[in-house]
């Protein structure tokens, strides 16, 4: 039997790197990890596996810790395209209903996971930089780990800061950049614009060095570009989203998948060519009904907890013929009408199901071709004067999900070219973790003004499910720069770490 190699990255306080050891028998130091051929890579894969693995935090092992569940859910669940069917003790239900704390569980282990990543990109990037005469296999993994600092400081900007354009980049306050393996414990907070910067610089670095095909689960000079293309847009620098997103059009490496195709585009991200980057699943990585990505939004009878569904508001975007429908599944009645979970209809959510047939298998899609079609089609809208363009870009995605003959070619009355274009986004880029960005970004306001346990106090009994209310209560409208939206540092770096500030 091939024998595993764990990575585990001891820390001596949150985020503070101080040594990596290999277990369980092996007692493989970092040391003698950089003396192995193989070392480097290990460590690197090792660090790709953090997305997905269940591993012990606060003394626990908990099915339910892992980067991408939280990740998912603390975007998405805070959006409006999943409704809450139920209170649930999980602590998803922060996100539902806005109700953070320095305390809550899922916060804290993605604030720790994640800065567990960094620690080990760091690890790479020191000991590679360190050395003579870099082999191509070498300059590929130092740009790999750019690659996944990069995107893990990104999302952690994302949750605990305000987006760059909500205020004052340069004096709100982005997340603790760690950028060696020998930092001290105490750090002060970048600011938002210094968090960017580095973000940058290190997709940048990942870009140059990355000039190998390792497949679409481990990062490439495309998956950099992709990513930078999404940086940019979210600081409004539009001229280099277009940029970045024309590197990866015009690589030729990528297709989006055909409207024939589109519907079981999820089973098989890895072997699509519309995938640019994705976590690798396979069925020893499946973490079932209390633990996977698909537990809270889909069931099959039997396989997860299905308590959660599409929202009123997404599903009345899309219409019968558009193949996007297909991945949103009813849950019907012995009359084959649609089920009801306390007066809410369920619509479960297939994006993370179905992979090798299994409804709690997925390998979930980070970057993709149709949202950086999606990215320069944005862009284009903001910078005025390209509206050929934008609906160019738009119609490319709708001409491959079954709307070939609903094609846009001019802004329908009412709309704007950049409402064309962010509506076409949620369509093609729901339960992805855009959304809640997408709205905040772009100074829209979080509308809830339908049923479900969003609003506080309220419960089936209370309210005409017919007409829900739309005013009156918290959480059906959240403004774009309320304090709510972020989540508040863990209170592990607080107490370990007496630089950081906390969020208000």
Not at 120 to 129: D, F, P, Q
Not at 136 to 146: I, S, V
Request: hydrophobic share 35%; charged share 20%; proline share 4%.
């Amino acid at each position: 039997m091939k024998k595993l190699i764990y990575l585990i990255i001891i820390i001596g306080t949150i985020t503070s790197c101080v040594k990596m050891d290999f277990s369980p028998s092996d007692s493989l130091t970092t040391d003698i990890l950089e003396q192995n051929p193989d070392g480097m890579k290990l460590i690197t894969d090792g660090n790709y596996s953090l997305f997905k693995d269940g591993i012990e935090f606060n003394g626990i092992v908990d099915d339910n810790n892992n980067y991408l569940r939280q990740y998912f859910q603390m975007s998405d669940f805070a959006a409006d395209d999943i409704v809450c069917g139920q209170v649930t003790e999980d602590p998803l239900y922060y996100s539902f209903t806005y109700t953070h704390s320095p305390s809550q569980s899922n916060s804290r282990y993605f604030w720790y996971v994640s800065y567990k990543i960094i620690s080990g990109a760091n690890t790479v990037i020191k000991s590679l930089e360190e050395k003579n005469n870099l082999s191509d296999m070498d300059k590929q993994l130092l740009g790999e780990n750019y690659f996944l600092r990069a995107f893990v400081t990104f999302n952690l900007v994302k949750f605990y800061s305000y987006q760059y354009n909500v205020g004052d980049p340069n004096t709100n306050l982005g997340v603790v950049l760690r950028l060696s393996t020998t930092e001290p414990a105490n750090k002060a907070r970048s600011t938002v614009e210094e968090t960017y910067n580095q973000i940058i610089s290190d997709l940048q670095n990942a870009a140059q060095n990355m000039n190998m095909d390792r497949g679409r689960e481990y990062a490439s000079k495309e998956a950099a570009w992709a990513l930078l293309s999404r940086v940019y847009l979210y600081k409004d620098d539009y001229a280099n989203t277009i940029l970045y997103a024309n590197k990866v059009i015009n690589s030729g490496k990528y297709s989006l998948e055909t409207s024939a195709n589109f519907p079981t585009y999820y089973t098989h991200t890895l072997d699509s060519d519309e995938t640019i980057w994705a976590i690798a699943f396979t069925t020893a990585d499946n973490r079932g009904k209390f633990g996977s990505i698909a537990s809270m939004i889909y069931s099959d009878g039997n396989s997860g907890w299905g308590e959660e569904f599409a929202s009123p508001p997404y599903l009345d975007l899309l219409s019968p013929n558009d193949v996007r429908k297909s991945l949103i599944e009813p849950k019907l009645d012995g009359n084959g009408d649609v089920d009801l979970k306390n007066g809410i209809e369920v619509y479960y959510i297939k994006k993370f199901s179905y992979q090798d047939g299994d409804p709690n298998l997925s390998s979930p899609v980070m970057l993709r071709l149709a949202e950086v079609y999606l990215n320069r089609a944005e862009a284009y809208a903001k910078q005025g004067g390209h509206d050929s363009e934008a609906l160019a870009d738009v119609n490319m995605i709708r001409s491959n999900r079954g709307l070939s003959n609903d094609l846009i070619t001019s802004v329908p009355p009412g709309q704007t070219l950049l409402d064309v274009v962010l509506t076409e986004r949620r369509m093609e880029l729901a339960f992805e973790g855009h959304r809640l960005f997408d709205l905040i970004r772009n100074h829209k306001n979080i509308e809830r003004k339908y049923w479900g346990y969003h609003i506080p106090g309220l419960s089936v009994s209370d309210i005409d499910l017919d007409n829900p209310p739309t005013s009156g209560y918290d959480n059906l409208v959240i403004d774009y720069n309320s304090p709510k939206i972020l989540y508040y540092i863990p209170i592990d770096e607080i107490l370990t770490n007496n630089l950081c500030v906390q969020n208000q």
